[in-house]
Protein backbone atom coordinates (compact mmCIF):
# COMPACT_ATOMS: atom_id res chain seq x y z
CA UNK A 1 0.00 0.00 0.00
CA UNK A 2 1.00 3.41 -0.35
CA UNK A 3 1.97 5.72 2.28
CA UNK A 4 3.80 8.55 4.00
CA UNK A 5 4.95 8.49 7.60
CA UNK A 6 6.42 11.31 9.11
CA UNK A 7 8.35 10.36 12.89
CA UNK A 8 7.29 13.54 14.80
CA UNK A 9 3.63 15.20 15.12
CA UNK A 10 4.91 17.72 16.69
CA UNK A 11 8.64 20.00 17.29
CA UNK A 12 9.42 22.67 18.97
CA UNK A 13 13.17 24.25 18.57
CA UNK A 14 14.48 27.65 19.55
CA UNK A 15 15.70 29.79 17.63
CA UNK A 16 19.12 28.80 15.67
CA UNK A 17 18.48 25.33 16.21
CA UNK A 18 19.01 23.00 13.78
CA UNK A 19 15.96 21.26 11.82
CA UNK A 20 15.33 17.51 10.92
CA UNK A 21 12.24 16.00 10.13
CA UNK A 22 12.38 12.48 9.35
CA UNK A 23 9.76 10.95 5.94
CA UNK A 24 9.64 7.89 4.84
CA UNK A 25 7.68 6.13 2.62
CA UNK A 26 5.97 3.10 0.56
CA UNK A 27 5.42 3.15 -3.01
CA UNK A 28 6.13 1.08 -5.74
CA UNK A 29 8.62 2.04 -8.80
CA UNK A 30 9.87 5.28 -9.42
CA UNK A 31 9.01 8.18 -7.18
CA UNK A 32 8.74 12.14 -7.28
CA UNK A 33 8.75 13.11 -3.53
CA UNK A 34 8.10 16.63 -2.19
CA UNK A 35 8.08 18.76 1.08
CA UNK A 36 4.82 21.37 1.59
CA UNK A 37 4.55 23.42 4.15
CA UNK A 38 1.61 25.87 5.69
CA UNK A 39 2.25 28.79 7.46
CA UNK A 40 -0.14 29.71 9.76
CA UNK A 41 -3.62 31.29 8.10
CA UNK A 42 -2.08 30.24 5.08
CA UNK A 43 -2.33 27.69 1.62
CA UNK A 44 -0.23 24.84 1.25
CA UNK A 45 3.30 25.44 -0.47
CA UNK A 46 5.78 23.82 -2.09
CA UNK A 47 8.82 24.05 -0.16
CA UNK A 48 11.19 21.83 -2.33
CA UNK A 49 10.83 18.41 -4.54
CA UNK A 50 13.00 15.53 -5.67
CA UNK A 51 12.56 14.04 -9.05
CA UNK A 52 15.46 12.75 -10.21
CA UNK A 53 19.26 13.54 -10.27
CA UNK A 54 21.49 14.89 -7.21
CA UNK A 55 19.40 13.25 -4.26
CA UNK A 56 20.11 16.50 -2.06
CA UNK A 57 17.59 18.95 -3.03
CA UNK A 58 17.64 22.99 -2.21
CA UNK A 59 14.60 24.46 -1.59
CA UNK A 60 13.38 27.96 -0.64
CA UNK A 61 14.30 29.66 2.81
CA UNK A 62 17.15 27.77 3.39
CA UNK A 63 15.86 24.03 3.31
CA UNK A 64 16.78 20.64 2.14
CA UNK A 65 16.21 17.49 1.84
CA UNK A 66 17.61 14.46 0.87
CA UNK A 67 16.82 11.17 -0.88
CA UNK A 68 17.89 7.92 0.77
CA UNK A 69 16.45 5.53 -1.95
CA UNK A 70 17.81 2.50 0.06
CA UNK A 71 16.23 3.53 2.82
CA UNK A 72 12.52 4.94 1.35
CA UNK A 73 13.82 8.14 3.08
CA UNK A 74 13.26 12.00 2.09
CA UNK A 75 14.56 13.78 5.52
CA UNK A 76 13.45 17.56 5.69
CA UNK A 77 16.61 19.75 7.06
CA UNK A 78 17.41 23.38 8.00
CA UNK A 79 20.82 24.29 9.61
CA UNK A 80 19.38 27.15 12.05
CA UNK A 81 15.53 27.58 12.16
CA UNK A 82 14.06 31.12 12.78
CA UNK A 83 10.29 31.90 14.44
CA UNK A 84 8.61 32.40 10.83
CA UNK A 85 9.37 28.88 10.38
CA UNK A 86 6.68 27.93 12.38
CA UNK A 87 4.53 25.91 10.36
CA UNK A 88 3.21 22.55 9.55
CA UNK A 89 5.36 20.28 7.17
CA UNK A 90 4.13 17.58 4.99
CA UNK A 91 5.70 14.95 3.25
CA UNK A 92 4.31 14.13 0.12
CA UNK A 93 5.24 10.98 -2.87
CA UNK A 94 3.65 10.45 -6.26
CA UNK A 95 4.74 8.15 -8.75
CA UNK A 96 3.83 6.79 -12.12
CA UNK A 97 2.41 3.33 -10.52
CA UNK A 98 -0.25 5.52 -8.63
CA UNK A 99 -1.26 7.31 -11.73
CA UNK A 100 0.67 10.00 -10.38
CA UNK A 101 -1.93 10.28 -7.55
CA UNK A 102 0.14 13.02 -4.67
CA UNK A 103 -0.22 10.98 -0.96
CA UNK A 104 0.33 13.25 2.08
CA UNK A 105 2.29 12.33 5.48
CA UNK A 106 0.25 13.35 8.56
CA UNK A 107 2.46 16.69 9.16
CA UNK A 108 4.15 17.72 11.41
CA UNK A 109 3.97 20.88 13.72
CA UNK A 110 6.85 23.01 13.99
CA UNK A 111 7.05 25.58 16.89
CA UNK A 112 10.13 27.94 16.66
CA UNK A 113 10.22 29.66 20.19
CA UNK A 114 11.85 33.56 19.68
CA UNK B 1 -0.54 33.95 -12.66
CA UNK B 2 -3.60 32.86 -10.39
CA UNK B 3 -3.48 30.26 -8.54
CA UNK B 4 -5.74 27.50 -7.59
CA UNK B 5 -9.01 29.21 -6.13
CA UNK B 6 -11.52 28.02 -4.15
CA UNK B 7 -15.23 29.33 -2.99
CA UNK B 8 -16.06 29.47 -0.25
CA UNK B 9 -13.52 29.69 2.01
CA UNK B 10 -15.82 28.79 5.64
CA UNK B 11 -18.90 27.17 5.38
CA UNK B 12 -20.87 25.93 8.19
CA UNK B 13 -23.88 24.21 7.61
CA UNK B 14 -26.43 21.75 9.62
CA UNK B 15 -26.38 18.45 9.23
CA UNK B 16 -28.68 17.37 6.18
CA UNK B 17 -28.10 20.24 4.07
CA UNK B 18 -26.10 20.55 1.09
CA UNK B 19 -22.85 22.33 0.64
CA UNK B 20 -21.15 22.99 -2.85
CA UNK B 21 -17.36 23.60 -2.87
CA UNK B 22 -16.12 25.17 -5.83
CA UNK B 23 -12.68 24.85 -7.26
CA UNK B 24 -10.81 26.93 -10.01
CA UNK B 25 -7.82 25.50 -11.12
CA UNK B 26 -4.80 27.33 -12.83
CA UNK B 27 -5.91 28.11 -16.54
CA UNK B 28 -4.26 25.35 -18.49
CA UNK B 29 -3.88 22.99 -15.54
CA UNK B 30 -5.60 19.46 -17.11
CA UNK B 31 -4.98 17.88 -13.59
CA UNK B 32 -7.55 18.50 -11.09
CA UNK B 33 -7.62 17.03 -7.58
CA UNK B 34 -9.66 17.08 -4.57
CA UNK B 35 -7.91 16.52 -1.14
CA UNK B 36 -9.62 16.51 2.31
CA UNK B 37 -8.25 16.77 6.01
CA UNK B 38 -10.01 16.21 9.40
CA UNK B 39 -8.92 18.15 11.93
CA UNK B 40 -5.86 16.90 13.33
CA UNK B 41 -5.36 14.20 10.51
CA UNK B 42 -3.50 13.28 7.12
CA UNK B 43 -4.63 14.80 3.78
CA UNK B 44 -6.35 12.73 2.29
CA UNK B 45 -6.87 11.91 -1.59
CA UNK B 46 -10.29 12.27 -2.45
CA UNK B 47 -10.56 12.00 -6.33
CA UNK B 48 -8.66 13.20 -9.59
CA UNK B 49 -9.79 14.80 -12.87
CA UNK B 50 -7.94 15.16 -15.95
CA UNK B 51 -9.94 17.45 -17.99
CA UNK B 52 -13.31 16.77 -17.92
CA UNK B 53 -13.07 12.64 -16.68
CA UNK B 54 -12.42 11.17 -13.50
CA UNK B 55 -8.70 9.58 -13.86
CA UNK B 56 -9.56 8.42 -10.02
CA UNK B 57 -12.32 8.69 -7.01
CA UNK B 58 -10.85 6.44 -4.83
CA UNK B 59 -11.00 8.20 -2.48
CA UNK B 60 -14.43 9.43 -2.10
CA UNK B 61 -15.99 8.48 1.34
CA UNK B 62 -19.44 7.41 0.30
CA UNK B 63 -21.84 8.56 -2.32
CA UNK B 64 -22.74 11.55 0.11
CA UNK B 65 -20.06 13.12 -2.41
CA UNK B 66 -20.77 14.37 -5.76
CA UNK B 67 -17.78 16.16 -7.65
CA UNK B 68 -18.11 17.17 -11.19
CA UNK B 69 -15.53 18.78 -13.81
CA UNK B 70 -18.20 20.01 -16.66
CA UNK B 71 -15.68 21.62 -19.89
CA UNK B 72 -12.63 20.37 -18.33
CA UNK B 73 -12.45 24.07 -15.89
CA UNK B 74 -13.76 24.59 -12.43
CA UNK B 75 -15.08 22.12 -10.20
CA UNK B 76 -17.49 21.14 -8.26
CA UNK B 77 -18.33 19.12 -5.16
CA UNK B 78 -20.92 18.57 -3.36
CA UNK B 79 -22.03 17.14 -0.49
CA UNK B 80 -25.53 15.65 0.49
CA UNK B 81 -26.59 15.29 2.65
CA UNK B 82 -23.82 16.54 4.98
CA UNK B 83 -22.98 14.59 8.19
CA UNK B 84 -21.00 16.01 11.17
CA UNK B 85 -18.13 13.64 10.28
CA UNK B 86 -17.80 15.04 7.32
CA UNK B 87 -16.07 18.58 8.70
CA UNK B 88 -12.44 19.41 7.54
CA UNK B 89 -10.66 21.26 5.50
CA UNK B 90 -10.91 20.41 1.70
CA UNK B 91 -8.68 21.35 -0.40
CA UNK B 92 -7.87 21.50 -4.17
CA UNK B 93 -4.83 21.58 -6.11
CA UNK B 94 -3.85 21.28 -10.13
CA UNK B 95 -1.14 20.05 -12.43
CA UNK B 96 -0.14 20.21 -15.60
CA UNK B 97 -1.04 17.07 -17.76
CA UNK B 98 2.26 15.01 -18.17
CA UNK B 99 4.21 12.08 -16.67
CA UNK B 100 7.62 14.12 -15.09
CA UNK B 101 7.76 15.80 -12.05
CA UNK B 102 3.88 16.36 -11.32
CA UNK B 103 3.89 19.02 -8.86
CA UNK B 104 0.71 20.25 -7.88
CA UNK B 105 0.01 23.52 -6.55
CA UNK B 106 -2.62 23.91 -3.71
CA UNK B 107 -5.49 26.46 -3.14
CA UNK B 108 -6.10 27.91 0.26
CA UNK B 109 -8.80 25.40 1.21
CA UNK B 110 -12.90 25.39 2.11
CA UNK B 111 -13.55 25.29 5.59
CA UNK B 112 -16.59 22.94 6.09
CA UNK B 113 -17.93 22.55 9.66
CA UNK B 114 -21.62 20.87 9.72
CA UNK B 115 -23.09 21.21 13.04
Known amino acids: AQSVSQHNHHVILSEAASLELGCNYSYGGTVNLFWYVQYPGQHLQLLLK??????LVKGIKGFEAEFIKSKFSFNLRKPSVQWSDTAEYFCAVNGYTGGFKTIFGAGTRLFVKA | EAGVTQFPSHSVIEKGQTVTLRCDPISGHDNLYWYRRVMGKEIKFLLH????????ESGMPNNRFLAERTGGTYSTLKVQPAELEDSGVYFC?????????????FGEGSWLTVV
Open chain 2, 93 to 105: ASSHLGTAGNTIY
Open chain 2, 49 to 56: FVKESKQD
Open chain 1, 50 to 55: YFSGDP
